[in-house]
């Protein structure tokens, strides 16, 4: 299996009629975050399930840390952190009590269980709040309390599902630092996401599911040069304008301009970005048509995913949760 910590082919799963995962195939590097992004109902836990030897593929087959996760399921298991969609600590034990449960489930003995306890929580900065009970933490603790108990035994390869679903953005950004540290220690991090931004802020690499299999793969830049490139957008002062606007973007790329009357602006797929900007601004200004703004734009994660899956957009994050900086070049 080479240099890859994960590596899945063809993986089939069934649930009655249901078909799950329909032929997955999935390979990662060690050390990177890999992202699984899909829509509801895309097969995303069931892969991690699969992949956590928690249930068994119906055909193909995966290796985890190179082991087989069906025939050598036990010994898989032992390379393997997993944090579940639902929190799995008690209440009202401390946090650090928590650890220590968890480190005695896994057969540490006690003194053991202890020290990895207090790595823990110095790792994933819990010290203040180790001996308070859970009970009182933030969604944002509570969560990296989670991803503590996933690596109790420091497992070369963590598996999470949603981590961050239900977070208000600031405890998403601690859960989002906290898995970057993991990775930049060494581990391997699967995770799933319905978040676009997080896909995009996190994962070196994606992979992008839906009917349970792969539909497109690479880092969110190539995802989003793949899909359609960059596009120019033209805001003009007097909305008179806007058809001898269309007219010059047209001639530009090429491609069909969009109009968008109500915000007086018009859009455009480009090619060569700066050749493109500069050719715009002279057209226009020759053609006598006021620019209130001129900017040439990157496509989101989110036009890369409804491209792929047409309408069935995953989750978007709640309005005053929305990335304020985008990835766009205003010139
Ligand atoms: N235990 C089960 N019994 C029956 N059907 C199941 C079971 N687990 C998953 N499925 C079905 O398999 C498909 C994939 O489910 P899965 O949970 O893997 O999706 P997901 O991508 O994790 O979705 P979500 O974003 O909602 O968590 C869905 O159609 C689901 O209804
Ligand atoms: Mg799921």
């Known amino acids: 299996m080479g240099e890859h910590m994960i590596r899945a082919t063809g993986l089939r799963r069934r649930f009655g009629r249901a078909t799950a995962l329909d032929g997955l195939d999935l390979a990662v590097p060690a050390g990177v975050v890999h992202g699984l992004l899909g829509p509801n109902g895309a097969g995303k836990s069931t892969t991690v399930r699969v992949l956590a030897t928690l249930i068994r593929p119906d055909g193909g087959r995966a290796e985890v840390a190179g082991h087989d996760v069906v025939r050598d399921a036990a010994r898989a298991r032992t390379r393997i952190g997993l944090v579940g969609q639902h929190a799995a600590v008690d209440e009202l034990l401390t946090g650090r009590q928590n650890l220590v449960l968890f480190g005695r489930l896994f057969h540490l003995t006690t003194r053991t269980a202890r020290a990895r306890a207090a790595e823990l929580l110095a790792a994933f900065r819990l010290e203040e709040a180790a001996d308070r009970p859970v009970r009182g933490y933030s969604g944002g603790m509570r969560r990296r309390l989670d991803l503590a108990a996933g690596m109790i035994l420091a497992p070369p390869v963590l598996f999470l599902?949603?981590?961050?679903?239900?977070?208000?953005?600031?405890?998403?950004?601690?859960?989002?630092?906290?898995?970057?540290?993991?990775?930049?220690?060494?581990?391997?991090?699967?995770?799933?996401?319905?978040?676009?931004?997080?896909?995009?802020?996190?994962?070196?690499?994606?992979?992008?599911?839906?009917?349970?299999?792969?539909?497109?793969?690479?880092?969110?830049?190539?995802?989003?040069?793949?899909?359609?490139?960059?596009?120019?957008?033209?805001?003009?002062?007097d909305p008179a304008d806007l058809p001898a606007a269309a007219a010059v973007l047209a001639r530009i790329s090429g491609g069909e301009p969009e109009t968008d009357a109500a915000a007086a602006r018009v859009g455009a797929p480009v090619a060569d970005r700066a050749a493109a900007l500069t050719e715009a601004v002279r057209a226009l200004d020759a053609a006598g048509v006021e620019v209130a703004d001129i900017a040439l734009r990157r496509p989101t994660l989110d036009e890369v995913f409804l491209a792929l899956t047409g309408d069935r957009s995953p989750q978007e994050p709640a309005p005053d949760d929305r990335p304020t900086a985008r990835t766009e070049a205003a010139v």
Do not use: F
């Open 161 to 237: 599902d949603e981590p961050t679903t239900g977070l208000d953005p600031r405890a998403r950004t601690e859960v989002w630092d906290a898995v970057r540290a993991l990775a930049e220690g060494g581990t391997t991090v699967l995770l799933t996401t319905q978040y676009l931004e997080e896909a995009d802020r996190l994962a070196h690499s994606l992979s992008v599911i839906d009917h349970g299999r792969v539909i497109a793969e690479g880092s969110p830049d190539l995802l989003k040069s793949r899909v359609g490139g960059d596009r120019l957008d033209v805001a003009v002062a």
